[in-house]
């Protein structure tokens, strides 16, 4: 996808902080540099994906949904690179990181951590929870699995399966280190079972080198949350909205694990991000490579979508969590939905069909969780099970009262959390 004239480059990943000092206002960039260092919160460091002048600080809405510190960059079209960054050195420095990873072992965690940080790499996204999070635990909790998890729900959106069938073998070489920095017992990447992806085949002799095991999960709707998956897969039971490190599991997916593998045999920095666009208004699905920092207007327009009277919504559709085309491109959610605006919907009476309640992935009551909410009543929210609800929405999508199930539930976490 061509640069846009500017990209808005986020300084952190989830809470609002203080801007890093350092950066000036009409400083020239080249791509790759440090825009600003690695922030006490742990956040990466920002890097520019491209060349271009900065002009000015402010604001940037995430495809995670926080609101963080950005850089506005204009691109100079030139993708400038550092003075440093020749083939030479960089043929010698992939030669000595391929020879050093195969001595890589648990105590280098805080090395490798301080890499992948530097390498402005991170991920925060339902079906790859807080990748530095993750990482900043194990030094507490051991886990003795990774999933690397590659199960799209949607069949017209197979981001992680195509980007493993393109990049197979750096998506090993990622989940090889984080095997061998957390010394996991098992190491899985799990597919969609009844689909043998073609790129396993070549793929055999450096799965077995790196004992990594392919695993088949059904791709049923919500079955790639990480509270299902771990539960399927290992019968632990994972609280919504929680790190799975607590469950001695460590959870990636494919485009995660890829960023980990090329900053471990290349040296390359995460300064762009694969996207997958499913326009519902045209029945199609796009798959884009974007700079970090790109905003979804300037995507929607490259596809030649409007960017106005729409419904536009991140990660899974029924998931119901809404964008604006302002928002940016980075290490958040990867999907984006193009939807007909809808219109105002008034709710009918709930009619006790059970409906909810029957197609709940993790068997809580909706119906009463909206109740509890109406009522501001914290002990009934708990009797009904808010805390296993994982915010699938199948339950607002089955009601034939059209019942706010969804809204009231986030309300009522949210509430809880102030």
Request: glycine residues 8%.
């Amino acid at each position: 996808m061509e640069l846009p004239a500017r990209l808005r480059v986020p300084l952190g990943v989830r809470a609002p902080m203080a801007v890093p000092p350092g950066i000036e206002i009409g400083a020239v960039v080249a791509k790759g540099q440090v825009l600003a260092e690695t922030s006490a919160d742990g956040a990466p460091a920002a890097l520019a994906p491209t060349s271009g002048r900065i002009v000015s600080l402010g604001e940037a809405i995430l495809m995670n949904g926080h609101t963080v510190p950005a850089v506005e960059l204009e691109c100079d079209f030139e993708d400038r690179r550092l003075p440093e960054d020749h083939d030479a050195q960089q043929a010698e420095v992939q030669r000595e990181l391929a020879d050093s990873l195969d001595r890589v072992a648990p105590d280098d965690l805080g090395l490798w951590i301080d890499r992948l940080r530097a390498a402005g790499i991170w991920a925060d996204r339902l079906h790859s929870p807080d990748l530095l999070g993750q990482l900043h635990q194990l030094f507490k909790r051991p886990v003795d699995t990774i999933i690397c998890n590659l199960v799209d729900h949607d069949p017209m959106l197979r981001l992680q399966a195509t980007m493993a069938g393109r990049f197979g073998p750096v998506l090993i070489a990622g989940v090889a280190l984080l095997a061998r920095l957390t010394g996991a017992r098992n190491v899985w990447i799990a597919v969609e079972a009844g689909a043998t992806p073609k790129w396993w085949m070549p793929l055999r002799r450096e799965l077995r080198k790196a004992s990594i095991d392919v695993v088949p999960v059904l791709a049923d709707y919500p079955q790639a949350d990480p509270t299902l998956l771990i539960y399927t897969l290992l019968r632990r039971r994972l609280r919504p909205g929680r790190l799975p490190v607590e469950q001695g599991v460590f959870v990636l997916d494919a485009v995660t694990a890829i960023a980990i593998g090329r900053a471990a045999t290349r040296e390359q920095a995460m300064l762009q991000m694969p996207v997958a666009v499913r326009d519902h208004l045209r029945a199609k699905s796009h798959l884009r490579i974007a700079p970090i920092g790109t905003s979804v207007r300037y995507l929607l327009e490259h596809l030649q979508l409007p960017t106005d009277g729409l419904m536009l919504l991140r990660g899974d559709a029924l998931r119901d969590l809404p964008i604006t085309a302002d928002t940016v491109i980075a290490g958040g959610e990867l999907t984006i939905h193009v939807l007909p605006a809808k219109p105002p919907v008034v709710p009918d009476p709930c009619i006790r069909c059970g409906w909810c309640e029957q197609t709940c992935p993790t068997s809580v009551q909706p119906a009463g969780l909206l109740e509890a909410a109406q009522r501001g009543d914290a002990d009934l929210a708990d009797h009904y099970g808010l805390g296993a609800c994982i915010e699938c929405g199948i339950c607002a999508y089955m009601c034939p009262s059209h019942l706010p199930l969804l809204q009231g539930i986030r309300l009522l976490k949210r509430t809880r959390s102030e």
